[in-house]
């Protein structure tokens, strides 16, 4: 038990000090690339003997070891499994053998025998204790990670898909937009949007006829709705919350509605390729 809290506590921290560290430099997802990598290397390294001291202590409380898979279940399995491995071991011997005693080795018995005495439950209590403090660590760290120091589905994630820096330009991108188009300044709007509504005719027309006759809009909020990466092309798919407002019959009427805009990017830059009532595909 006290072993198993013990290598929890190895994972977590880890992780912990590679989250803390990057929301307190701002140095991007290396970090945290890094003590995945790490991760990967300990538990490759301690899956045989963790998994036998699961199985023996599964025999111990005359389990079979096909429970160990458990594990495989998506949240609630580990949780069973966990419990299985706190429960108490049988007293007497089971099909799986003798049962284990547990010698307890006081102060004065260790100096006779020149060893640690047994741990306490004060141990354990410690273990816990140091294991849900960097989970917290880990969970406060998470919410500095995001642009503008907030959480997003996007952010570090995105970067790691399209590229560093890349969910910040397409926000802006975004912005610039309704930005332009509010203000009537159709010729800065048309630097958002693709290459290929700027150069075909058809394409150029339907967009200044979309602009010219669109409202006031104002970005409520952007969310990561998809990223991509397919035959070398980046793409980004926002859910956003729009404030549309526009003239009625003798006052100012604001509307809500939601929207997915579609980005991709082109030589570098991020431009606008569609805007859509519902999730488009990658086709």
Wanted: glycine share 8%; with cysteine.
């Amino acid at each position: 038990m006290r072993f198993f809290l013990l290598w929890l506590l190895v994972i977590v921290g880890i992780l912990t000090f590679a989250y803390g560290l990057t929301a307190v430099l701002h140095r991007g997802i290396y970090l945290i690339l890094l003590a995945w990598m790490l991760l990967t290397i300990i538990g490759l390294v301690s899956l045989i003997p963790l998994g036998a001291l699961c199985i023996r202590r599964l025999h111990d409380t005359g389990k079979s070891s096909e429970h160990l898979f458990f594990v495989l279940i998506p949240f609630i399995g580990p949780i069973i499994l966990f419990a299985l491995l706190c429960k108490k071991g049988e007293p007497k011997a089971n099909q799986y053998g003798e049962a284990l005693r547990n010698i307890i080795i006081g102060k004065r018995l260790a100096s006779i025998m020149k060893v640690s005495p047994t741990s306490s439950a004060f141990t354990t209590r410690i273990l816990v204790a140091l294991l849900v403090s960097a989970i917290c660590v880990c969970s406060v760290s998470s919410r500095y990670m995001g642009p503008e120091n907030e959480l997003d589905p996007g952010g570090w994630f995105t970067n790691i898909i399209v590229g560093q820096g890349s969910d910040e330009a397409a926000w802006d991108v975004v912005h610039g937009y309704f930005d332009a188009v509010n203000e009537k300044n159709y010729d800065k709007a048309f630097t958002y949007v693709t290459n290929q509504a700027k150069t075909n005719p058809v394409e150029k027309q339907k967009w200044m006829e979309a602009m010219m006759s669109a409202p006031k809009v104002v970005v409520g909020s952007l969310g990561t709705s998809r990223i991509s990466r397919i035959n070398g092309m980046k793409r980004i798919i926002y859910e956003a919350d729009l404030q549309v407002t526009k003239p009625g019959d003798g006052a100012v009427e604001a509307t809500h509605m939601t929207r997915y805009i579609s980005l991709v990017e082109e030589n570098g830059e991020w431009h606008i390729e569609g805007f859509y009532k519902s999730m488009p595909d990658d086709k």
